[in-house]
């Protein structure tokens, strides 16, 4: 991987919600960080047109993958 994140187009989003609402959908929840990370790249390069998000839980090392409906 080269670049950062924000080439990428992938947002990390400390506020995040805790439930995904009807304005996301989850792509995957509890992942480690650098599974997180390869699972956002790989949807935007996939789906350039579609935002997607890291969500880090408070108080662990999880982050979930949203992306935008």
Do not use: F
Not at 22 to 42: G, L, N, S, T
Not at 58 to 63: L, T, Y
């Amino acid at each position: 991987m080269t670049g950062t994140l924000a080439d990428y187009g992938v947002i990390i989003n400390p506020s995040a919600p805790k439930e995904a609402g009807p304005r996301y959908e989850w792509i995957k929840k509890d992942c480690d960080w650098k599974e997180a990370v390869e699972i956002a790249i790989q949807n935007r390069k996939t789906r350039p047109d579609v935002a997607v998000e890291l969500w880090p839980v408070d108080g662990s090392h999880c982050v979930h993958v949203v992306r935008e409906v």
